[in-house]
């Protein structure tokens, strides 16, 4: 069992607790820190957590508590990891891990130096239904993914912070383009490398200093690519969506606005709906268990799962480094119109690939390009001729 003390009484912060303290958890938060003594004192009586403070220094340093959760905002992760990786303790950090892949860099080096447990909050990587097909790509049923498509859209985020650029690193990018290129990175491979990038961002609708649209191409080195779009304008609710397709199979994901459950109500006393939900009345489409569709209990399971037997999460702060480092590359993109490469200064994965895909023989003199079922029932072949190159077609 683990005494954990939490950093943020907002919203990522009751995320956290409500999955920690659900389904009979064992490892409890002990100590929650937040600015003010009456969000402090609220969210403590509200979770049942024996103790609160408005001093972030003395809840990192709580004796009792031996894991730091990370949730406050973006610009002051690199302090809090610095603080609990100085206690010596075992520290989680949401995401964005950084604001920039300099700071993400930083950070990584603090945990490292000193030899604490690090994991990367990327809760959306561990949704079930991505950790399911992420079996089945790893089983083998998509053979190569060749692009992978993952979308995040909303009207925007709930706090004054997000909306600063000093503060937060970014725009829709760094908020939203940090899961969708994580998720990519799981269905493509996180041992191929990320090589360069081409982004479109704009700010079209809201009077900020950020993007609040873009659409990137992440190109890794075997040829696959994964493909974000990210939205702080879309108008329905908080649109979470994954696409995956391989040179044997597809899989479409959607994990929140389309899960199955739809309801309507004229009288509209439905109460929360779901997160970024935009209306009460009429047609809704509520979440059944949010905090598990979500993926907050599969990464936090994985979390302490791996912290009891002394291995690597499945996302350190190594992914989180890769992360920015994606991001930096959209923001110079975005800027200079260009593919633009991924600089990374830390590269733990393979040097060199096989390009995704390698032809199929159909026989010694011809590749097969592809056969077809025609109307009517006939078979038909599209064959390249090895030493000519030529094109051509037999019919069954
Ligand atoms: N799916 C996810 O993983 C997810 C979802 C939402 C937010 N987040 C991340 O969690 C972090 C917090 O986001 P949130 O949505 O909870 O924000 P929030 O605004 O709801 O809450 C932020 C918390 O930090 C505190 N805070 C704000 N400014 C502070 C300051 N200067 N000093 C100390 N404390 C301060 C606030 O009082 C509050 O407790 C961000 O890094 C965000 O990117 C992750």
Redo the contacts with the bound molecule.
């Keep these: 069992m683990h005494k954990i003390t939490m950093l ?6 009751m995320f956290y607790t409500k999955t920690l303290h659900s389904h009979r958890g064992q490892d409890r938060v002990h100590v929650v820190y ?2 003010t003594e009456t ?1 402090a004192r609220d969210f403590a009586a509200t979770w049942g957590i024996p103790n609160w403070t408005t001093d972030m220094a003395a809840a990192i340093q709580d004796p009792e508590t031996d894991v730091v959760v990370i ?4 610009n ?2 690199y302090e809090a990891v610095t603080m609990a990786a100085a206690a010596g303790k075992t520290v989680l950090c ?3 891990l950084a604001r920039t892949a300099a700071e993400a860099r930083a950070i990584l080096d603090i945990v490292e130096q000193a030899g604490v447990f690090h994991g990367y ?1 990327e ?2 990587a561990y949704t079930p239904k991505n950790l399911k097909s992420l079996e089945s790509i790893q089983n083998g049923a998509l053979g190569k993914v060749l692009w992978a498509r993952s979308r995040e859209t909303h009207p925007g985020p ?2 004054d ?1 997000f909306w600063d650029p000093e503060q937060s690193g970014g725009g829709a990018i760094v ?1 939203l383009a940090c899961h969708c290129i994580e998720i990519s990175r799981n269905f493509i491979g996180k041992e191929i490398r990320p090589v360069e990038v081409m982004c479109w961002a704009d700010t079209q609708v809201h009077p900020i200093a950020a993007e609040d649209n873009a659409i990137g191409l992440v190109r890794y080195a075997n040829g696959a690519i994964g493909q974000f779009e990210v939205s702080w304008a879309f108008r329905g609710g908080m649109d979470l969506r994954d696409e995956v397709s391989g040179t044997e199979g597809t899989i479409w994901l959607n994990h929140f606005l389309r899960t199955g459950f739809e309801m309507f109500t004229a009288a509209g006393r439905s109460g929360y709906v779901a997160e970024k939900a935009e209306g009460e009345t009429g047609w809704l489409f509520p979440v059944g268990d949010e905090i598990h569709e ?1 993926g907050y209990t599969h990464m936090f399971t994985d979390m302490f799962n791996a912290l009891d037997k002394g291995i690597a999460p499945m996302e350190t702060f190594y992914d989180g480094y890769i992360v920015n480092a994606i991001m930096d590359a959209c923001y110079r993109s975005a800027k200079s119109r260009r593919w633009e490469p991924v600089v990374l200064d830390v590269w733990r994965g393979a040097e060199t690939v096989e390009k995704a895909v390698a032809y199929i023989d159909y026989d010694e003199h011809f590749y097969l390009i592809k056969e077809e079922k025609m109307p009517g029932g006939k078979l038909k072949l599209i064959l390249k001729n090895k030493e000519t190159g030529q094109v051509i077609q037999q019919v069954r």
């Excluded at 943020?8 to 912060?13: D, F, V």
């Excluded at 949730?71 to 973006?74: A, D, F, K």
């Design positions: 943020g009484t907002g919203l990522i912060g937040s600015r969000r949730g406050i905002p973006n002051l992760h949401t995401k964005p909050l809760d959306l709930h706090s912070w908020d979500l």
